[in-house]
């Protein structure tokens, strides 16, 4: 943050970016992608975050500190999601065999 | 120009060796709070990811009662009232008391347009039957599941939604204040900490929209 002034002509370039991925997930959606429809739309919202964190947010230019906050959000969400669906994605290995 | 170049003498609180120390902690304080909100949404999106995992099918139903260009512009909407909040604190770092006013009372504005078009989805739902609860009348396919996808979609957009109106109350007050001649280019930190708030509702939305709108 500090005195950082982001420049008008940055702010409107990370809105027609944003603006944009918003377009292609929207149309990509459309279009039969089987087992990737979900990885795909993952990754483009994850690239509208970076945007919005790193610029909107004045990530790119603040002390460290505050993107470690950002990153702990990201980890900890990771133990979260990853601890329940291991749990939830195993189970079935330990049903007796025939079913 | 109607700019603040009065002198405001801001002097930093006693624990601060500078102003620019003291916005520092400011910005953490609300990053340590954004923090705590991803882990109250992670919650609910881990439940959305179990629940898709195991009736896979009824939330592929389920995106498909959802109105995809409601959706896709209300995205585009909440995308643009994060940019006029990223200009509403340019405005304010320069002291610029004009296009702060204008800057915020778009950003609020846009914040009300999407609720608006919210409750127009809401309501169609509801006309459909496809409300939880005491209100389902929906008899289709996956019936059962699919009360679940709608659950957690009226839970997800509805947390989202009270944390919107909340946003939209903070920038209201922010206005109030910027009126006020409260902020000047050396002292804006409210606008910069409302504003990372505002920022986190967007990346939110841009979660929440796939995974209810776009997946099947």
Do not use: C
Request: charge should be positive; hydrophobic fraction near 55%.
């Amino acid at each position: 943050m500090a005195d950082r002034v982001i420049p008008t002509r940055t702010n409107l370039m990370v809105l027609i970016g944003l603006l944009a991925l918003t377009l292609a997930t929207t149309l990509i959606a459309r279009v039969d992608l089987g087992a990737w429809h979900l990885p795909v739309a993952l990754a483009i919202a994850a690239a509208k975050t970076l945007l919005i964190t790193l610029y909107f947010m004045h990530l790119r230019w603040s002390p460290g500190l505050l993107g470690l906050m950002a990153l702990g959000a990201v980890l900890w969400l990771a133990i979260l999601l990853g601890g329940s669906m291991d749990d939830y994605a195993t189970r079935v290995w330990l049903l007796p065999l025939g079913r | 120009m109607a700019d603040i170049r009065v002198a405001y003498r801001h002097a930093p609180a006693p624990q601060f060796d500078d102003l620019v120390q003291q916005r520092e902690a400011a910005a953490l304080g609300m990053w340590v709070f954004l923090v705590t909100e991803v882990m109250l949404f992670g919650g609910l999106f881990t439940v959305y990811t179990v629940y898709r995992w195991l009736h896979h099918p009824a939330f592929v139903e389920g995106s498909r009662h959802m109105a995809l260009v409601a959706g896709a512009v209300n995205t585009a909407v909440l995308i643009a009232s994060s940019f006029t909040m990223a200009q509403a604190v340019q405005r304010a770092q320069r002291g610029l008391r004009r296009g702060l006013l204008g800057f915020l009372a778009s950003t609020a504005l846009l914040g009300v347009v999407f609720l608006g078009l919210k409750a127009y989805e809401y309501w169609s739902h509801y006309a459909e039957g496809l409300v939880p609860g005491a209100l389902w009348t929906y008899a289709g396919q996956h019936s059962g599941p699919l009360q679940a996808f709608f659950f957690l979609y009226f839970a997800m957009t509805g947390l989202h939604a009270v944390h919107l109106t909340v946003g939209i109350g903070l920038v209201t007050g922010l206005i109030v204040l910027a009126r006020r001649r409260r902020f000047t280019a050396a002292y804006h930190t409210p606008v910069e900490v409302i504003g990372l708030y505002w920022h986190l509702i967007d990346v939110i939305w841009v979660f929440l929209f796939p995974l209810f709108y776009l997946i099947g």
